[in-house]
Nanobody, 124 residues
Framework: QVQLMESGGGSVQAGQSLTLSCVVT????????MAWFRQAPGKEREGVAS????????YYADSVKGRFTISRDNAKNMVYLQMNSLKPDDTAMYFC?????????????????WGQGTQVTVSS
């Protein structure tokens, strides 16, 4: 059974940084794109960033380009999201996704496996 577990969320002030981590157990994700999504209260879940199996290709939402960096460690079956210069608009539950099934990297339905999420709160 594949399981994803996120960690690293918290409450910070605007301008500060956080690093989120996600570990995958139950299967290797060596051949799968992995991604981070987020969902703010009352809003739809949106794609934040995605990374290819070889780490050579990354995608970012326009709202986080230049501030967030996605990375992965295939040996540890982990994916990370370094978040710098955080803004109040970044406040959301952040989810790790794996098991890409094709389609747009930023679409929820493109991923088979999901974590439970980790909360990020940014105050002004």
């Amino acid at each position: 059974q594949v399981q994803l577990m996120e960690s690293g969320g918290g409450s910070v002030q605007a301008g500060q940084s956080l690093t989120l981590s996600c570990v995958v157990t139950g299967d290797t994700m060596l051949s799968s794109y992995m991604a981070w999504f987020r969902q703010a209260p009352g809003k739809e879940r949106e794609g934040v960033a995605s990374i290819s199996p070889s780490r050579s290709v990354t995608y970012y939402a326009d709202s986080v380009k230049g501030r967030f960096t996605i990375s992965r460690d295939n040996a540890k079956n982990m994916v990370y999201l370094q978040m710098n210069s955080l803004k109040p608009d970044d406040t959301a539950m952040y989810f790790c996704a794996a098991g890409w099934m094709g389609g747009s990297w930023a679409v929820v339905g493109s991923y088979k496996y999901w974590g439970q999420g980790t909360q990020v709160t940014v105050s002004s």
